[in-house]
C-alpha cells in the first residue's frame, strides 16, 4: 500500500484530495526509533506531531523522579503530540518506543502551513481531536486501562449548557417583573420577597445544569466507546460497547446542529439498544475516529485469520512454523508499568473492603454479580437505625442539659441494648440482602436468592434461549436514585426478572455484550470448523500431487506393438443398377448418387431403420 492511501485511513486525513496528502508526505520526516528511545520528550518546546507507521509506543505524564501517569499505549496509525503541536505549547507527556518504531514527524511550523491550505472541514477536525486529547489527558477517567489511549474525550456541545443556563436569564427577567409589579401596578412586600426567591432558585437550576454538562461525557478508544450519564451527587452510569461488536455507526444532525457543528452519532451493534452520543460536538469526526478503528479492527482480525490457517496447514503438512518477526522484536520494559500512581492508604483499603462486600455490581473474570439497590437495603435497616440514632440524640441532650430522669444507670443500659439490638438487626439485614444475587457468566444467567440460616433458590437459565430483555423504573423515586427491573424473554418459558437492580440500563447493555460474546465464540467455532476442513482437503490434494507427481517420475514401460489382422474378403463392387439419384441429409457439394436403398418389406411397417418403436 502507498503512503498515501496509508494516510487515508487515519481519520484525521479523510477526505483530504491526493494532492494535500503528497504535500504532507514531503514536510514530515519519515524517522525510526528503537526501543526506549523517545519520540516526544516532556517540556520540550519544539514538540513535533508524530504518526506511528509499525511498532508500538507509550505515552505517559512524569509527574515526580519515580512517579509517572501512565496515558495508554500507541499502536500502528496512532497519533500523538497534535495538542503541543498546535498550540505552540511545551510537550505536557513523553511518548517512548516499546517496539523498534517506524514514524512520521513533522514540525509545527510545517504543520501550520500545511493546514492553512485544507478546507475548513479538516481544519476544524484536527483542532478537534487536539483540544479532545488534551481533555482526555487531564481528566482522564480512571476506569480506563493503563494502556488504553483516549482518542477523543468529549461533553455535549456548548449550546446545551447555554441553554441550561437559561434558568438564570429567565430568573433575572421574571425579577424584574415582580420589582415592576410592586413599583406600579401593587406595592406588596410579597413580591419583595418573590425577587431574591426566584434568584436563588434560577441560580440553582442553572448551577446544577452546568454540573450535570460537566459530567457527562463521551469517551473513544481502540477498545470501547463509552458514554458517561451522572446526576450529581446521586449517582453516575455508563454504557459501553466494545469496538469488536460495532456493526456500523451513524450521524443524525438537525438544521441548528448543522449550523453550530453538533449532532447524534449512532453506534450500532446486531442487538438493541443503540448507544447514543447525544448532542456531540464534531460528530463527523467522532464517526470517523470510531470508523477507522471498525477497519483496524477487522484488518486485524482478517490477518490472525490468516496466519492461524497458514500455521495450521504448515503443521498437517509436516513443514517448519514461522515465527513473526515483529513478535521477535526486542521490547523495552513500559515505564507507566513499573510506575503508575497507586494511591495507597490505610482509608482506601477500608473503603475497598466496603464496595467489595456493598457495592451492586461486582465484576469477577468472566462473571457479572449484580444485587439490588443499597437504597433497599437502608429501607430494611431503617426499623434499628432510627431509634438508635433517637436514643443517642436523647442521650447527648440529657448529657447537655442534666435531666434528672432516667438515672444514668437506666440510661447507660438502655442505651447498651438498643445498641446491640440495632448492631445486630443491620448486619441480619445486610446478609440477607448481600444474599440476593444475579450473576451473568458467559453461558447462563443466574438467579440466587438465599435467606440467613435457611434453604437457597437457585434459578438458572442458559444464554441461547434469551430472546430479548428490556427494563423499566418504575416510580420518579427509582429514576431518581437510578434503579428499576429488567425482565429478559426466554422464548416460550417464564420470563427472568432481575428486580430492583442498580443502572438497569447497564444490566440490559451487559446482557447484550455476553449475547453478543456469545454469538461471536459460535461463528469462531464455525470458522475453525471450516478451516479444518479446508485444511483437510489442501493436505489431501498436496498428498495426491505427490503422489502423481512420483508416478511421473517412474521410467515408462515401452509400448506393446499392435497385433496383426486378419486378412478380409474385399467388399463386393457396386453396379450401374445398385444407385440411385436423391439428396443428401446434409447440405454439401458431395455427388447427388447415392447407393440404393434395401427393399423395404410390409413386416417392417411400425418400425424404425434400427428395428425400434
Same mark, same amino acid.
Given at each position: 500500500?502507498?503512503?498515501?492511501?496509508?494516510?487515508?485511513?487515519?481519520?484525521?486525513?479523510?477526505?483530504?484530495?491526493?494532492?494535500?496528502?503528497?504535500?504532507?508526505?514531503?514536510?514530515?520526516?519519515?524517522? *525510526?526509533?528503537?526501543?526506549?528511545?523517545?519520540?516526544?520528550?516532556?517540556?520540550?518546546?519544539?514538540?513535533?506531531?508524530?504518526?506511528?507507521?509499525?511498532?508500538?509506543? *507509550?505515552?505517559?505524564?512524569?509527574?515526580?523522579?519515580?512517579?509517572?501517569?501512565?496515558? !495508554?499505549?500507541?499502536?500502528?496509525?496512532?497519533?500523538?503530540?497534535?495538542?503541543?503541536?498546535?498550540? @505552540?505549547?511545551?510537550?505536557?507527556?513523553? #511518548?517512548? /518506543?516499546?517496539?523498534?518504531?517506524?514514524?512520521?514527524?513533522?514540525?509545527?511550523?510545517?504543520?501550520?502551513?500545511?493546514?492553512?491550505?485544507?478546507?475548513?472541514?479538516?481544519?476544524?477536525?484536527?483542532?478537534?481531536? /487536539?483540544?479532545?486529547?488534551?481533555?482526555?489527558?487531564?481528566?482522564?477517567?480512571?476506569?480506563?486501562?493503563?494502556?488504553?489511549?483516549?482518542?477523543?474525550?468529549?461533553?455535549?456541545?456548548?449550546?446545551?449548557?447555554?441553554?441550561?443556563?437559561?434558568?438564570?436569564?429567565?430568573?433575572?427577567?421574571?425579577?424584574?417583573?415582580?420589582?415592576?409589579?410592586?413599583?406600579?401596578?401593587?406595592?406588596?412586600?410579597?413580591?419583595?420577597?418573590?425577587?431574591?426567591?426566584?434568584?436563588?432558585?434560577?441560580?440553582?437550576?442553572?448551577?446544577?445544569? #452546568?454540573?450535570?454538562?460537566?459530567?457527562?461525557?463521551?469517551?473513544?478508544?481502540?477498545?470501547?466507546?463509552?458514554?458517561?450519564?451522572?446526576?450529581?451527587?446521586?449517582?453516575?452510569?455508563?454504557?459501553?460497547?466494545?469496538?469488536?461488536?460495532?456493526? /456500523?455507526?451513524?450521524?443524525?444532525?438537525?438544521?441548528?446542529?448543522?449550523?453550530? @457543528?453538533?449532532?447524534?452519532?449512532?453506534?450500532?451493534?446486531?442487538?438493541?439498544?443503540?448507544?447514543?452520543?447525544?448532542?456531540?460536538?464534531?460528530?463527523?469526526?467522532?464517526?470517523?475516529?470510531?470508523?477507522?478503528?471498525?477497519?483496524?479492527?477487522?484488518?486485524?482480525?482478517?490477518?490472525?485469520?490468516?496466519? /492461524?490457517?497458514?500455521?495450521?496447514?504448515?503443521?498437517?503438512?509436516?513443514?517448519?512454523?514461522?515465527?513473526?518477526?515483529?513478535?521477535?522484536?526486542?521490547?523495552?520494559?513500559?515505564?507507566?508499568?513499573?510506575?503508575?500512581?497507586?494511591?495507597?492508604?490505610?482509608? !482506601?483499603?477500608?473503603?475497598?473492603?466496603?464496595?467489595?462486600?456493598?457495592?451492586?455490581?461486582?465484576?469477577?473474570?468472566?462473571?457479572?454479580?449484580?444485587?439490588?439497590?443499597?437504597?433497599?437495603?437502608?429501607?430494611?435497616?431503617?426499623?434499628?437505625?432510627?431509634?438508635?440514632?433517637?436514643?443517642?440524640?436523647?442521650?447527648?441532650?440529657?448529657?447537655?442539659?442534666?435531666?434528672?430522669?432516667?438515672?444514668?444507670?437506666?440510661?447507660?443500659?438502655?442505651?447498651?441494648?438498643?445498641?446491640?439490638?440495632?448492631?445486630?438487626?443491620?448486619?441480619?439485614?445486610?446478609?440477607?440482602?448481600?444474599?440476593?444475587?444475579?450473576?451473568?457468566?458467559?453461558?447462563?444467567?443466574?438467579?440466587?436468592?438465599?435467606?440467613?440460616?435457611?434453604?437457597?433458590?437457585?434459578?438458572?437459565? %442458559?444464554?441461547?434461549? #434469551?430472546?430479548?430483555?428490556?427494563?423499566?423504573?418504575?416510580?420518579?423515586?427509582?429514576?431518581?436514585?437510578?434503579?428499576?427491573?429488567?425482565?429478559?424473554?426466554?422464548?416460550?418459558?417464564? %420470563?427472568?426478572?432481575?428486580?430492583?437492580?442498580?443502572?438497569?440500563?447497564?444490566?440490559?447493555?451487559?446482557?447484550?455484550?455476553?449475547? *453478543?460474546?456469545?454469538?461471536?465464540?459460535? *461463528?469462531?467455532?464455525?470458522?475453525?470448523?471450516?478451516?479444518?476442513?479446508?485444511?483437510?482437503?489442501?493436505?489431501?490434494?498436496?498428498?495426491?500431487?505427490?503422489?502423481?507427481?512420483?508416478?511421473?517420475?517412474?521410467?515408462?514401460?515401452?509400448?506393446?506393438?499392435?497385433?496383426?489382422?486378419?486378412?478380409?474378403?474385399?467388399?463386393?463392387?457396386?453396379?450401374?443398377?445398385?444407385?440411385?439419384?436423391?439428396?443428401?441429409?446434409? !447440405?454439401?457439394?458431395?455427388?447427388?448418387?447415392?447407393?440404393?436403398?434395401?427393399?423395404?418389406?410390409?413386416?417392417?411397417?411400425?418400425?424404425?431403420?434400427? !428395428?425400434?418403436?
Amino acid at each position: 500500500m502507498s503512503d498515501i492511501g496509508w494516510l487515508r485511513r487515519i481519520h484525521l486525513f479523510r477526505d483530504v484530495p491526493a494532492s494535500l496528502l503528497q504535500d504532507f508526505l514531503d514536510r514530515a520526516t519519515l524517522r *525510526e526509533a528503537e526501543p526506549g528511545e523517545e519520540l516526544i520528550v516532556q517540556a520540550d518546546p519544539g514538540s513535533p506531531f508524530v504518526i506511528l507507521r509499525k511498532g508500538r509506543a *507509550e505515552a505517559y505524564v512524569r509527574l515526580s523522579a519515580d512517579q509517572v501517569l501512565p496515558l !495508554g499505549i500507541l499502536q500502528a496509525q496512532d497519533h500523538a503530540g497534535l495538542e503541543a503541536a498546535l498550540k @505552540g505549547y511545551r510537550s505536557p507527556m513523553t #511518548v517512548r /518506543a516499546l517496539r523498534p518504531v517506524e514514524y512520521y514527524s513533522i514540525k509545527r511550523a510545517d504543520l501550520v502551513a500545511w493546514l492553512a491550505k485544507v478546507p475548513e472541514e479538516v481544519r476544524r477536525r484536527f483542532y478537534f481531536i /487536539a483540544e479532545a486529547q488534551r481533555k482526555a489527558r487531564v481528566q482522564r477517567p480512571d476506569w480506563l486501562q493503563n494502556t488504553e489511549w483516549a482518542i477523543v474525550y468529549a461533553r455535549r456541545h456548548w449550546i446545551v449548557a447555554a441553554w441550561r443556563g437559561g434558568w438564570l436569564l429567565a430568573a433575572l427577567f421574571l425579577s424584574i417583573v415582580w420589582w415592576a409589579i410592586h413599583t406600579w401596578y401593587w406595592p406588596s412586600r410579597l413580591f419583595l420577597f418573590l425577587i431574591p426567591v426566584t434568584l436563588l432558585l434560577g441560580l440553582f437550576l442553572t448551577a446544577w445544569g #452546568v454540573i450535570e454538562w460537566l459530567n457527562d461525557y463521551y469517551v473513544v478508544t481502540p477498545l470501547r466507546v463509552a458514554r458517561v450519564d451522572r446526576i450529581f451527587p446521586i449517582h453516575d452510569s455508563r454504557f459501553e460497547v466494545p469496538v469488536t461488536m460495532i456493526n /456500523a455507526v451513524g450521524v443524525e444532525t438537525e438544521f441548528l446542529g448543522r449550523l453550530l @457543528g453538533y449532532g447524534d452519532v449512532l453506534v450500532r451493534t446486531w442487538a438493541e439498544p443503540i448507544l447514543r452520543l447525544v448532542q456531540a460536538p464534531e460528530p463527523h469526526a467522532i464517526s470517523g475516529v470510531i470508523e477507522e478503528l471498525m477497519d483496524r479492527e477487522r484488518e486485524t482480525w482478517s490477518k490472525a485469520e490468516q496466519r /492461524a490457517m497458514q500455521e495450521h496447514l504448515r503443521e498437517v503438512l509436516g513443514l517448519p512454523t514461522q515465527t513473526d518477526e515483529e513478535e521477535l522484536a526486542p521490547e523495552a520494559p513500559a515505564i507507566s508499568s513499573l510506575q503508575a500512581v497507586r494511591p495507597t492508604s490505610w482509608w !482506601g483499603y477500608v473503603w475497598a473492603f466496603i464496595r467489595s462486600y456493598l457495592q451492586p455490581r461486582i465484576v469477577t473474570g468472566d462473571i457479572i454479580t449484580y444485587r439490588k439497590h443499597p437504597i433497599f437495603l437502608l429501607r430494611r435497616a431503617a426499623p434499628a437505625l432510627i431509634p438508635l440514632f433517637l436514643i443517642w440524640f436523647y442521650a447527648l441532650l440529657w448529657l447537655q442539659f442534666g435531666w434528672p430522669w432516667p438515672t444514668e444507670g437506666f440510661l447507660l443500659s438502655f442505651l447498651v441494648l438498643v445498641t446491640l439490638f440495632s448492631l445486630l438487626y443491620t448486619m441480619y439485614q445486610i446478609w440477607d440482602w448481600a444474599n440476593d444475587l444475579y450473576q451473568l457468566t458467559p453461558t447462563q444467567i443466574v438467579d440466587l436468592k438465599q435467606v440467613p440460616f435457611g434453604e437457597a433458590e437457585r434459578k438458572v437459565a %442458559p444464554l441461547e434461549k #434469551v430472546v430479548g430483555a428490556d427494563f423499566e423504573r418504575p416510580s420518579f423515586w427509582a429514576r431518581i436514585f437510578n434503579y428499576g427491573d429488567v425482565r429478559i424473554q426466554m422464548g416460550g418459558e417464564e %420470563p427472568l426478572i432481575f428486580e430492583r437492580v442498580w443502572q438497569p440500563d447497564q444490566v440490559q447493555q451487559d446482557l447484550f455484550t455476553r449475547m *453478543e460474546e456469545r454469538r461471536r465464540r459460535e *461463528e469462531e467455532a464455525r470458522w475453525l470448523q471450516d478451516r479444518e476442513r479446508f485444511v483437510e482437503w489442501l493436505a489431501a490434494y498436496h498428498k495426491l500431487r505427490g503422489e502423481v507427481a512420483a508416478a511421473e517420475e517412474r521410467p515408462s514401460r515401452p509400448a506393446k506393438a499392435p497385433r496383426p489382422r486378419r486378412p478380409s474378403s474385399p467388399e463386393p463392387r457396386l453396379g450401374e443398377e445398385d444407385w440411385e439419384f436423391g439428396y443428401p441429409s446434409e !447440405g454439401g457439394d458431395e455427388d447427388l448418387w447415392l447407393p440404393r436403398r434395401p427393399p423395404r418389406h410390409d413386416d417392417d411397417e411400425g418400425f424404425g431403420e434400427d !428395428g425400434g418403436l
